[in-house]
């Protein structure tokens, strides 16, 4: 706990120092990114003298920086609002709103269907952190550069990837660095290689499940992600080197959830650069190169692919026999992590974990803020900015209705964050982004 507190002191302090002076605050925005991008290398020589409660907090300790920067953000909000634009402080105030129906309405159903509190509070925070990450560069959109932000998301994916390099070349990397002790630790199993099960691809390829890059992240899944908000960093800072570097990493993850993010940033690109007969054929592009995948990963596939498909399938089709959820916490795979969980087949899918949990009225919630916030993109001026804002939001919630982890904070705080600058930013006066 001592520990815990030094650290969010430690962040808080130049946080407050920075606000009076009104500088720069992109390296606390990218404080949280860092810290999951490194998190489980240095927990592999710290966990073994750990309990398992101390170990979970510090698993947790880069989302409890981020709620904590903003609570400070928002102290200063209403000494400040009129160094805001006019979009962003909308922003703000519907993704407060948005944390509000969700705050109250998930406790009311953890209560109401009895979900264990550990279970709903992991669910819960894999919950807001869409808005925490958006409201935290709202809030810090008045002094902050998103250029300087994205430059320093570049530097963290450029280190992620050589590492990756490194580790995915080394066979028994992991295995002598004993994250089977690790993981056993949180919870986790491992396969017989000593390994978790996702560090190999859920398809055969060439006959055989291949070793995916993982990274600091120690997970392919969270690096995938990861790496594709990279990917449209360097795409709006014209830094070609980090571009193709980040597809590198995202091939060698063997990252489905980056494919398909692609092809939706391709899309959305298309339709506001190109006419419209352009734009429908990226969409029949687009649609036959996922179909194809789809095929393709259905059939090799050891059936990972499957599970992503049928979680999202199953929780609409619980919708009419459990029109109100069933619970926060109740639901998904941190649900069968902290307690036994609903056995309702609902794992592996964002959108069809918030369906099983919060049923219709959780649909009403995330519609009402997904929707406010696409609405919000698509008025930015910039069309670089448009572009870049609108493809963000589309590829994160294509990829969140196939897979849980991207609504978890180690995923989605570079998305959120670079939307909620971008907004922040519509009419401040700033050069056309370039490296």
Not at 267 to 274: F, S
Not at 412 to 422: S, T
Request: glycine residues 10%.
């Amino acid at each position: 706990l001592t520990v815990g507190i030094l650290i969010v002191a430690a962040v808080l302090l130049p946080l407050g120092w920075r606000l009076s002076k009104r500088a720069d605050l992109s390296f606390t925005l990218i404080i949280p990114t860092c810290i999951a991008a490194s998190q489980n290398v240095y927990l592999l020589f710290a966990a073994p003298g750990m309990t398992v409660s101390t170990l979970r907090f510090l698993i947790i300790i880069n989302f409890l920086i981020s709620l904590s920067s903003l609570a400070v953000l928002l102290a200063s909000y209403s000494r400040r609002a009129a160094e805001y634009t006019l979009p962003a402080r909308l922003a703000i105030r519907r993704a407060l709103t948005f944390l509000g129906m969700c705050t109250v309405y998930g406790a009311a159903t953890m209560v109401i269907f009895g979900a264990h509190p550990e279970s709903a509070f992991a669910s819960y925070r894999n919950l807001i952190a869409p808005a925490v990450f958006l409201l935290l560069g709202l809030l810090a959109s008045p002094w902050t550069s998103e250029t300087k932000y994205m430059r320093l998301l570049l530097l963290i994916g450029l280190g992620s990837v050589l590492f990756g390099f490194y580790e995915w070349s080394s066979p028994t990397f992991w295995q002598t660095a004993d994250i089977r002790s690790l993981w056993e630790a949180k919870g986790i199993r491992v396969n017989t290689r000593g390994i978790p099960r996702n560090f190999y691809s859920s398809e055969l390829i060439g006959g055989e499940q291949i070793r995916r890059m993982a990274s600091g992240f120690a997970d392919p899944v969270n690096f995938g992600t990861f790496l594709f908000a990279v990917m449209a960093a360097a795409w709006y800072l014209r830094s070609r080197v980090v571009l193709i570097m980040a597809a590198v990493g995202a091939a060698l993850a063997v990252s489905k959830g980056v494919l398909l993010s692609t092809l939706v940033f391709i899309v959305v690109n298309t339709r506001y650069r190109h006419g419209r007969a352009m734009f429908v054929l990226a969409c029949i592009a687009a649609a036959a190169v996922a179909g194809y995948f789809y095929v393709y990963a259905a059939t090799a596939s050891t059936g990972s692919t499957g599970a992503h498909v049928d979680g999202f399938l199953t929780g609409a089709r619980e919708l009419p026999s459990h029109p109100l959820g069933r619970g926060m916490g109740n639901v998904g795979v941190l649900a069968n992590l902290f307690s036994e969980g609903a056995d309702t087949g609902i794992v592996e899918s964002a959108a069809g974990v918030i369906l099983g949990q919060l049923g219709a009225p959780g649909v009403v919630i995330f519609g009402y803020f997904f929707g406010t916030l696409a609405f919000a993109c698509t008025k930015l001026p910039r069309e670089r900015s448009r572009i870049m804002a609108l493809g963000l939001l589309t590829a994160f919630l294509a990829n969140a209705t196939f897979n849980e982890v991207a609504m978890s904070p180690n995923s989605c705080a570079p998305y959120f964050v670079m939307i909620g600058l971008l907004i922040g930013a519509e009419r401040k006066p700033t050069a056309d982004p370039g490296l």
